[in-house]
């Protein structure tokens, strides 16, 4: 797949385009638990980067929603997934937007 058969960015300043949009829109119905159709083809990086801001995110959004919950359990989801969004922005150059 070429870089631009499917462009996320509209220019080097990280602005999404209407699809770059669209693949966020996708990925938060995902870290909601709501089902999509999504399917991505990115390098192996790229795949590590996003599979771990996805996850970081849907598990701090899962806690937020647990009944035993704690300040500290959720604020440790919150680092991690904050973690996680930086490692995504260092490696791919677009900001996590979720």
């Keep these: 797949m070429s870089d631009d058969a499917f462009p996320v960015l509209e220019d080097s300043k990280s602005k999404l385009s209407t699809a770059g949009k669209l693949f966020f829109a996708g990925l938060a119905d995902w870290v909601l638990?709501?089902?999509t159709g999504?399917?991505?083809k990115v390098s192996s990086s790229h795949a590590d980067a996003?599979?771990?801001a996805?996850?970081?995110?849907r598990r701090f959004m899962e806690e937020l929603?647990?009944?035993g919950a704690t300040v500290d359990s959720v604020v440790e989801k919150l680092r991690l997934k904050n973690t996680s969004a930086t490692?995504?922005?260092r490696i791919t150059g677009v900001r996590w937007p979720l």
């Design 50 to 52: 996003l599979t771990s």
């Design 65 to 67: 929603d647990k009944p």
């Design 87 to 89: 490692e995504f922005e």
């Design 38 to 40: 999504l399917k991505v």
């Design 54 to 57: 996805l996850l970081e995110s």
């Design 33 to 35: 638990g709501r089902p």
